[in-house]
């Protein structure tokens, strides 16, 4: 094939995409208005979805590990979400006023998640890690918060920062300069440069905050010595531990990363998964830091911590439908998270075999359900943190070559592959192994 091909194959595979696409982008700005959406030449837009695929306008048919930025662990469309909209469209989908679901599910995320001795409720990710941050400034009375390099934990000012190198520099235009001053990077499992960062802050660190599987950057996970530290060390010098579980929370198990690593931060942001397929973002944690929250306690301007006032916080939908799934997930605990680990182990290992049998340099990442692609420089290179993820790997290869011709081949992946869901079988992963070859021996052929 010469080297443009797949892109030719992707044209004509989507024209009404394109067209699509052409409309958007005389209305929103680049023709998304969520940017991660973006690819080139141009996204495919999609029609509708069933358990484990999806179509487009096309009618191209995709087995999607996508799913909803990681949120779907049930699939499409599953029958307890549909249930569960029909009792939300009798009621109503948005009050603005307290009622029983919310205490209802706030009161299962206190049974099933370790360290949520109090929950606060809102709409998104994003909202959530920034009033996480703004608990732990509170509550410690210091400024500085440590974030791993690569990490992404929504697009708030005081954390849209050290995203990709230079990590020394805003990530966006209308971000200021001195926000590094407070908001630092740490490398990933790199225990003597993170303990040095620690220690030159540390009569001033008020938290850090990380992903026990590093997201944006290809779903590397913390090596859990590199976490005991962090417990460790934020323990001993009064600061906090935040763990982002808004894409591993009742994705890794029911009790999320603190379940599966056996460590207990003081607070955890979810979303995602407990969702349901709803605007959700959950702040849990140590009742004495969310105390700071409580309306029902008077203090002096300035003493306690503003959290919440979305306008669409707690509504019936996303109070329903998250409860509705989330208490399946305890319901049926033991069959979903084995089946969806399995499956996620079966596809990491068979992608990197794929690549393997076709001479193709590129290796897998992740865990449990979550698996992640690079293609390193260097045969020997091994992933351990998004610092090396940039500097080591070729990073375009992996968000357009490869996005692309493995959609030529039925399959929609980000980050090289993505999330399983209980909906996926064992079909639907030999299928997107098969595809991984496929796609490894064009790449090769058209290397040489």
């Not at 906090?240 to 198990?253: K, Q």
């Not at 940039?390 to 493995?406: G, P, S």
Request: charged share 25%; hydrophobic share 40%; glycine share 10%.
């Amino acid at each position: 094939m010469p080297q443009k091909d797949y892109i030719n194959r992707y044209l004509d595979r989507t024209p009404g995409s394109k067209r699509l696409f052409e409309r958007a982008q005389k209305v929103m700005p680049g023709g998304v208005s969520h940017r991660q959406r973006y690819f080139p030449p141009y996204p495919f837009f999609m029609k509708e979805a069933a358990g484990s695929k999806i179509w487009d306008v096309d009618g191209n048919e995709y087995i999607d590990l996508w799913m909803g930025h990681f949120a779907l662990i049930l699939g499409h469309k599953p029958a307890i979400v549909k249930a569960a909209l029909g009792e939300v469209a009798d009621l109503g989908t948005h009050w603005g006023i307290l009622h029983e679901y919310e205490v209802q599910f706030a009161e299962l995320i206190q049974q099933t998640v370790p360290c949520a001795e109090k929950i606060v409720l809102g709409v998104s990710g994003t909202e959530a890690t920034m009033h996480a941050v703004r608990l732990a400034r509170g509550f410690t009375k210091r400024r500085v918060i440590l974030k791993v390099a690569g990490g992404w934990h929504g697009a708030n000012n005081e954390l849209l920062w050290a995203m990709r190198s230079p990590f020394d520099k805003p990530e966006s235009a209308g971000v200021i300069q001195e926000i590094g001053k407070y908001t630092k990077p740490i490398v990933l499992n790199d225990l003597e440069s993170t303990q040095k960062t620690i220690y030159e802050v540390k009569e001033d660190l008020a938290a850090i905050i990380i992903e026990p599987v590093v997201g944006a950057a290809g779903l590397i996970p913390a090596d859990k010595g590199y976490l005991q530290m962090l417990r460790h060390e934020t323990s001993k010098l009064g600061a906090l531990l935040l763990f982002d579980e808004i894409i591993t929370g009742y994705r890794l198990a029911l009790g999320g990363a603190q379940e599966v690593y056996g460590i207990t931060p003081d607070l955890v942001t979810l979303g995602k998964v407990c969702g349901g397929g709803t605007n959700l973002g959950v702040i849990a944690g140590r009742g004495n830091i969310l105390s700071l929250c409580d309306p029902t306690i008077k203090r002096e301007k300035g003493e306690s911590v503003v959290v919440g006032g979305g306008t669409f916080s707690c509504s019936p939908l996303s109070m329903i439908v998250g409860y509705k799934v989330v208490e399946y997930l305890r319901s049926h605990a033991k069959e979903v998270y084995a089946r969806i680990g399995q499956l996620g182990q079966k596809l990491r290992e068979g992608m990197a075999d794929a690549f393997q049998r076709e001479g193709i340099v590129g290796k897998t990442t992740g865990m449990g359900s979550l698996c992640g692609v690079y293609f390193p420089y260097k045969p020997e290179t091994v992933v351990k943190s998004p610092t090396q993820m940039y500097q080591l790997t070729d990073v375009d290869k992996l968000d357009c070559e490869f996005r692309i011709r493995m959609l030529n081949h039925g399959v929609f992946v980000v980050h090289g592959a993505g999330a399983v869901s209980f909906a996926h079988n064992a079909e639907d992963i030999e299928r997107v192994i098969a595809a991984t070859e496929e796609v490894a021996l064009e790449m090769r052929t058209d290397a040489s």
